[in-house]
């Protein structure tokens, strides 16, 4: 009987645990196998994505010129984009100029984190409204804005 009961609440936490890692992934799969091989996508993207981003910081960090603008990256997600900005100096204004590039695209801000203290980082999750936009579009537009932002704070 016991036996019985430990097995029913092992299947329980395993199917619990499961669930968790599907709404993590977010993956549609509803058997086992497919949520740990859509489990094991998703962590093969953040590897890549580690690399990536370690591989911008390594170049930055060597380069013996220092771009004094803010670097911006863009990453596709299923409604939108994830949009980071950062600087390592504090940039004022510069919130409100890239909040103008996101309205001219079209791009409803769903959820934003800035940091304006020492420097400038802006991490926003935008929705957009119009279909023919893609994340080299709205990385070329914030970019442009912020190119605009630095000539006008250096009058």
């Excluded at 980071?84 to 004022?92: A, F, H, L, Q, T």
């Amino acid at each position: 009987m016991v036996s019985r009961e430990h097995k029913k609440a092992a299947a329980a936490a395993l199917h619990e645990k499961l669930q968790l890692l599907r709404s993590i992934t977010n993956s549609r799969a509803m058997n086992k196998t497919s949520i740990i091989i859509d489990a094991s996508k998703y962590i093969e993207d953040l590897k890549q994505k580690v690399e990536v981003l370690n591989q911008d910081i390594a170049i930055a960090q060597n380069s013996s010129y220092q771009d004094p603008r803010p670097m911006v990256t863009v990453e596709n997600l299923e409604k939108g984009f994830q949009i980071n900005v950062i600087s390592e100096k504090n940039c004022p204004g510069l919130l409100v100029t890239i909040l103008e590039a996101f309205e001219e695209l079209g791009l409803n801000v769903v959820e934003a984190r800035v940091s304006c203290t020492g420097n400038f980082h802006l991490e926003a999750v935008g929705e957009n409204e119009e279909e023919n936009v893609d994340a080299h579009t709205v990385k070329q537009i914030v970019s442009q804005a912020i190119d605009n932002w630095s000539e006008s704070s250096e009058d």
